[in-house]
């Protein structure tokens, strides 16, 4: 065993977060959405949930840095940023409590309610007077579903549509959400107990398949087109969420 893992489920861990930094090199989100889709049919879904959330913020620094407009970034967001904190702390400590598989549920509720929203084209309309408020509910779900399963980009995509973003301004704000979301979260799962030494090497070490795998996939994204991947790859997020339904329910 090498950090806790047989030999064989580490090089599995890589390869999914190989396949999920491709994903995102192609499309420019989805790596969580890849990993917690994969992850939990060779390692615990804990460990899935704790790995993803350590390897996601690495990897939207360059997109910030690159994207420029920080402050912008901050002021269009700073309510969404502000719910995050004690929401990540309520999910962090109800994640290190739950018993069964209702994670296993909400895990594949969530992977189908963003195949469906994302399917469909629909886009949500927020009125200025309305921003603020509708940003704190926004970072207070996505914060509490964050903690749970690591995928909170719909929430944050959502938000970020329906004020209205133009896409410079979405591609740093993005960035820097998941940047502050993924710090907030490991802080969480550090003071729940759900952090340890071989976890985070094993984070640290994903990064490297990860980064591979993005950079391929924007070799791949100028070849392909990206409306036709985008679908294949949300009707296969849609068909694990219902497995992921399936296997909660069975064991129930």
Known sequence: ?????????????????????????????????????????????????????LVQPATNVGQLIASGGVRKAFNST????????????????????????????????????????????????????????IGLIAGFVAGLIGSLTTINGPFFIMYLVGIGVDRQAFRSAIALLFIVSGFLINSGFWFAGLLNQNNIIIGMLALVPCFVGMWMGNLIGERVPNAAFRKLILFALFIIGCVFILRSLQSA
């Open 1 to 53: 065993m090498i950090f806790g893992l047989e030999i064989d489920t580490l090089i599995g861990v890589f390869v999914i977060f190989f396949l999920a930094g491709s994903v995102k090199g192609v499309l420019g989100f989805g790596l969580p959405l890849i990993t917690m889709s994969l992850l939990p049919f060779i390692v615990s879904l804990e460990l899935a949930i704790v790995l993803s959330a």
């Open 78 to 133: 700073w309510t969404v940023l502000l719910a995050l904190i004690p929401s990540v702390a309520i999910g962090a400590w109800y994640l290190s409590r739950l018993e069964g598989n209702s994670h296993l549920l909400l895990l594949g509720a969530t992977l189908i309610g963003f195949s469906i929203y994302s399917l469909s084209g629909y886009s949500v309309k927020i009125a200025a007077g309305k921003q603020n408020l």
